[in-house]
């Protein structure tokens, strides 16, 4: 899809003060610390160094923005669950993630991101916690699904989505998918575009344009 291919940085935030003026659409990823997140990103927009990746879990701890165009952006949010992140770290990116993802009034929606041999993890569902408050749609991907047989991974996607729409989904009424996804095969490419341009496409007829 072309939109993701034009995908270019924009801007980095540190604090919510840092944080571009919420006037266009935004679409974020989050996940934990070497699930695959900035690799799905870069396989997205089929671009090896768009979003950074990096061998050291918690390295990445910035809220980097990419715009797509048209006043639309893709969201790198840092990886949680880094264990050699000093606490105080720590304490400032769950603070300003939970902020972020319950009252960023121009996120439409929310891909998360799951190593498929861990998923749903404690933070994880924090993480659902926090965005299932706005009803807005999410998006799974789960991640590395090159590692399991078709047989495995098909039986992990059919549990998570079971318990996805128990506790988030369908019981709160909210939109809430999971797919497969690899970025070594280039698996599920298709599918997370046609989801990730739906809601684009929507959110341009359906959000007003927020002034800060």
């Keep these: 899809m072309a939109i993701f291919q034009n995908a270019s940085y924009f801007i980095s935030a540190h604090h919510l003060s840092d944080l571009p003026p919420p006037t266009g659409i935004e679409i974020a990823f989050a996940g934990r ?5 900035s690799s799905a990103i870069n396989t997205l927009a089929n671009h090896n160094r768009l979003a950074f990746v990096s061998k050291q879990p918690g390295r990445t701890q910035l809220i980097n923005f990419f715009s797509l165009g048209e006043n639309r952006f893709l969201v790198d949010l840092p990886g949680y669950g880094y264990a ?5 770290i720590k304490d400032h990116w769950q603070k300003t993630l939970a902020t972020y993802l319950s009252e960023r009034v121009c996120l439409f929606g929310l891909v998360l991101v799951m190593d ?8 994880d569902q924090q993480m659902l916690e926090w965005f299932s408050l706005n009803k807005k749609p999410i998006h799974i991907l789960l991640t590395k699904a090159d590692k399991l047989s078709r047989e495995a991974s098909h039986k992990i996607l059919r549990s998570v989505q079971k318990e996805i729409d128990e506790k988030w989904g369908a019981s709160l ?11 070594l ?17 929507t959110s341009i007829n359906h959000v007003p344009n927020f002034v800060a």
């Design 116 to 123: 498929i041999r861990h998923p749903l993890t404690p933070l």
């Design 33 to 37: 610390s070497n699930a695959g997140k």
């Design 185 to 201: 095969k280039k698996q599920g490419v298709d599918d997370a575009e046609t989801i990730i341009g739906k809601w684009l496409n």
């Design 173 to 183: 009424g909210i939109e809430c998918t999971v797919q497969l996804f690899s970025s």
């Design 84 to 88: 050699k992140v000093p606490h105080a």
